[in-house]
């Protein structure tokens, strides 16, 4: 059987499976799954041509991959075939543990569990099932392979993951300042003293680049109208995992209802295999379909909640730089209370608090260097001549109210 396929992207054109190995592991169901799950979660709320999932996106990062490493071996750097295929491997599982509306699913279902454990577990899962041959894709995956180069293509401040979904999600949202220029900023690649460097004549595309991802931040992935989906869902799975630890069985599939019959934490996910099992059957469908049926649910509060997201009826939600008063909080929990006719203690559903938070680079943590003509290593923030690149690096916090429309 020919393994060596091309595949049609929208964003890049035809991109190639580079070898066998790499195709087993594209179709083994750990990564099928990723067909399943959203890229963007709830943001088709707002641009309804977002419905792009992980699986394109991490074939698009394995494409990025394949140009960088062609590039870096033109200008004479040694990386062998084996090194090769295992980058391409490691970016290619980089999001395997990813799970439906991802960052829903960690705030409500398990806690205090990130999906980068989750993707490093289920690649040594991997790496047994295929007799260890994906042993140089998690050294390179957890920086532990002595090329610090190739595991700063995969994580970094410019790695190909930020690069592929930049261009990636400004594609299917229409979301023009998105845009950057992946191909010009892998030429500009190089190494230097084992570190991924851009060549000067980059620096413009670097500042795009670091600005177009700040621009996609407020307007996309914090956009308000998707985060008053995404807190909806959260809410609702709150609410369900709280009726189903009272007894009460919900309709779900098998893997979402051990997720809502059991409290499983940081502590205890990995204690039991069959923790991972579920949660590598779960995908975008086992939520919606719960979420349509439990609308028709006679508990009120998550029949309220269920018909919010399927109606697109979402909370009203209001950001700002400061916190809001305890007073108008107060007044609208009374509100929602008399509008929905619920009781105090289950105003929190519907009236509540958050923050979020913004920076689209954070110098300090592997900088993006810049290699001078004179061979001279320099930060971008102090390299470029754009002013307000410095203000790039700053934390933006922002506090949302969320409160339910008719209030």
């Known amino acids: 059987m020919n393994k060596k396929k091309i595949i049609n992207d929208p964003v890049y054109g035809f991109i190639s499976i580079p070898s066998e190995l790499v195709y087993d592991v594209i179709s083994h169901p750990y990564f099928q799954r990723l067909r399943y799950i959203k890229q963007l979660g709830m943001t088709h709320l707002v641009y309804p041509g977002a419905l792009h999932t992980r699986f394109h996106h991490a074939l698009g990062a394995m494409h990025l991959m394949s140009l960088a490493i062609n590039l870096l071996k033109s200008k004479g750097h040694t990386i062998t075939h084996g090194e090769e295929e295992a980058a391409i491997l490691a970016i290619l599982l980089h999001d395997i543990g990813h799970g439906p509306f991802s960052h829903a699913l960690e705030h409500s279902l398990v806690t205090g569990i990130r999906h980068e454990d989750i993707s490093a577990k289920l690649m040594d899962n991997l790496n047994i099932h295929f007799d260890g041959r994906l042993s140089h894709a998690i050294e390179i995956f957890n920086g532990t392979y002595h090329k610090k180069f190739l595991h700063q293509l995969i994580s970094g401040q410019l790695d190909l993951d930020r690069m592929d979904y930049l261009n990636r999600d400004s594609f299917f949202t229409g979301v023009s300042e998105g845009v950057i220029s992946s191909d010009r900023i892998i030429k500009m690649f190089n190494v230097y003293e084992d570190n991924l460097v851009i060549e000067e004549k980059g620096i413009y595309s670097i500042e795009k680049f670091l600005i177009a991802r700040r621009l996609m931040y407020w307007q996309v992935y914090l956009h308000k109208t998707v985060i008053s989906g995404e807190m909806i869902l959260v809410k609702l799975l709150e609410r369900a995992k709280e ?18 019959k059991n409290d499983i934490n940081e502590a205890n996910f990995f204690a039991q295999h069959k923790n991972l099992e579920h949660f590598t059957n779960l995908d975008d469908q086992d939520i919606y379909a719960a979420v349509k049926v439990w609308a028709e649910h006679p508990d009120k509060i998550l029949s309220t909640l269920c018909k919010m997201l399927t109606s697109r009826n979402l909370y009203r939600v209001e950001m700002g730089n400061e916190k809001v008063g305890d007073d108008r909080l107060h007044f609208l929990q009374d509100a929602a209370v008399n509008l929905l006719e619920i009781k105090p203690e289950e105003a929190r559903y519907f009236v509540f608090t958050d923050s979020i938070q913004n920076r689209a680079y954070n110098a300090g943590v592997d900088n993006i260097k810049i290699l001078m003509k004179n061979n001279n290593i ?8 754009l002013s307000n690149l410095e203000s790039l690096q700053k934390t933006v916090e922002k506090y949302i109210l969320c409160y339910p429309r008719g209030i």
């Not at 009726?243 to 809502?260: C, I, T, V, Y």
Request: proline fraction near 4%; glycine fraction near 4%; hydrophobic fraction near 50%.
């Open 243 to 260: 009726l189903s630890a009272k007894g009460m069985d919900l309709f779900a599939s098998p893997s979402l209802n051990h997720f809502l």
């Open 378 to 385: 320099v930060d971008i923030a102090k390299a470029s001549d």
